[in-house]
């Protein structure tokens, strides 16, 4: 009964919350050939990210890769490359 009443702030004293901090922007960059998905970042803006993604885009074509997408998020990868299994076996 106490643990609740701790944990649960009443209406007239309010416990002041941690904030967590927003979320920094990430490239999300996909390929068709070898399907994978890169992620590139963090970046503290979106023009930041921007500036830097022509530069991820012709290190992959210098790679020959096919079907390139672009995506700008804000969140946090838990892996920063991903790559399909089969593609790996047959390289």
């Known amino acids: ?6 944990t ?3 209406s007239s004293r309010r416990i002041p919350w941690i904030k967590q901090p ?5 490239l999300e ?8 998905i890169y992620w590139f970042g963090p970046f503290a803006s979106p023009q930041e990210a921007r ?3 022509a530069g991820y885009v012709e290190d992959l074509v210098e790679e020959q890769t096919e079907g390139i997408t672009i995506k700008l998020q ?3 990868p ?8 089969s593609e790996l076996d047959s390289q």
């Open 74 to 76: 804000q969140c946090q």
């Open 78 to 85: 838990k892996q920063l490359t991903i790559c399909s299994d």
């Open 29 to 36: 960059i996909k390929t068709a050939k070898p399907y994978c």
């Open 51 to 53: 500036l830097y993604q």
């Open 22 to 26: 927003p979320l920094l922007w990430w």
């Open 8 to 10: 649960r702030p009443s």
């Open 1 to 6: 009964m106490l643990l609740k009443k701790l």
